[in-house]
């Protein structure tokens, strides 16, 4: 159905949908080319949330280029959206550049679009044809397909840990495990992510930023701190730059005069602060992923914590992926990844697939995700 050429030009389309990682969030990361005889002119990729999308980028810059795109090739790695959200519908775009094929990646799992775009572009009288390298545009989009298919964020939980698996010395120090090499490669990680989340005893002893330096990017992730007793320092270094992105504190129970001041001297500031209680008074980590959802259109989120914040992420099954960094060295004594619950039977694991794995500089990055039959719904 697919020559190499089509492979070819989907490669490109792709290639352009990687440029929106640090861009388009909460919106998906969409490619597009516009090709005649045989040869691309024109090219785009989804823009800053309100911005243009992939497919009016693109026919845009055959514009500017020169051409016409009617009896066009269209390459785009996401079914076209076909309603009014910050933008027009991107059908209307290609409907009216009269293309004769348009080839799509994958369809749109929003169920506002569902196909309906590729409906209204066959009525219009244009072939069109989905699937061409549909799991390399997937896997751009786990964030986006996991918001609109279960209502929930992609969690990605990240640990750097020596061979034996410690993240810190016996006495909390965990500064520097990996090289600088990893520690910029953690920040791609970063930046490709609608927030950043951790909890308030890695504020206490680390005092992070959790923002993105060591690559360039237009956008900063949103800021959560898992803070049940709502006892982060004021002071703390999250709460710098607030015009550059939100932070949210997420608490257990505002039960005391003393935590509802505090608060509201947070709110004060800016900074959003969310009760949201389980049955022991800590913070119900699946609700809060459903609200980030919901509320902020959260498609990914990038976890950075400790110990016991990770086992609780864990133990609750609320981590998608793994993102491992293993330094060559052995720590013998020191804390662990994860506060994990203790095993009486090996049918309790949780088993993960291994999605690849690279050096980065001396140290090794290793990526794994839940089986598909175990995301939690």
């Not at 002119?41 to 845009?60: D, F, N, S």
């Not at 069109?128 to 786990?142: I, K, P």
């Not at 509802?260 to 500031?269: C, D, N, V, W, Y």
Request: some cysteine; proline content about 6%.
């Amino acid at each position: 159905m697919y020559t190499a050429l089509d492979h070819e030009f989907m490669s490109q389309a792709l290639a352009e949908a990687a440029q929106a990682l640090y861009l388009s969030n909460p919106n998906p990361r969409v490619g597009c080319v516009v090709v005649k005889d045989g040869k691309v002119i024109g090219r785009g990729h989804t823009q800053k949330v309100g911005g243009a999308h992939a497919e009016v980028q693109a026919l845009a810059n055959t514009a500017e280029n020169g051409f016409n795109p009617e009896g066009s090739t269209i390459y785009v790695t996401l079914e076209p959206c076909s309603h009014t959200g910050r933008t027009p519908p991107c059908v209307n775009a290609l409907i009216a550049a009269k293309p004769a094929l348009v080839i799509v990646a994958m369809f749109d799992p929003n169920p506002l679009v569902a196909g309906k775009g590729l409906e209204l572009l066959k009525a219009a009288g244009i072939d069109v044809r989905c699937g061409l390298l549909q799991a390399e545009a997937a896997a751009l989009n786990a964030g986006f397909i996991s918001r609109m298919t279960r209502g929930l964020p992609w969690v990605r939980l990240k640990i750097a840990a020596s061979l034996d698996g410690k993240t810190a010395l016996p006495n909390g120090t965990s500064q520097w495990i990996t090289g600088p090499a990893a520690r910029a490669d953690g920040h791609h990680w970063r930046a490709q992510a609608c927030a950043i989340l951790t909890g308030v005893g890695t504020v206490k002893e680390d005092n992070p930023s959790l923002n993105v330096r060591d690559v360039e990017t237009k956008r900063q992730p949103w800021r959560i701190i898992v803070d049940s007793k709502l006892e982060t320092p004021v002071d703390s270094k999250v709460f710098e730059n607030l015009h550059q992105s939100g932070v949210i504190l997420v608490c257990g129970k505002l039960d005391t005069v003393e935590k509802e001041q505090t608060a509201q001297a947070f709110r004060a500031r800016g900074i959003e602060v969310l009760a949201l209680p389980n049955a022991n008074g800590k913070v119900d980590l699946p609700k809060l992923f459903s609200y980030l959802a919901q509320e902020h259109e959260i498609n990914e989120i990038h976890v950075e914590a400790g110990f016991k914040l990770n086992g609780s992420l864990l133990r609750e099954n609320c981590v998608d992926e793994l993102l491992l960094y293993y330094a060559p060295f052995l720590m013998g004594e020191g804390i662990g990844m994860a506060n994990a619950s203790p095993l009486t039977a090996l049918m309790q694991r949780q088993d993960w697939k291994i999605l690849d794995q690279a050096m980065v500089g001396p140290d090794m990055r290793l990526r794994l995700a839940k089986p598909a039959n175990q995301l939690k719904e």
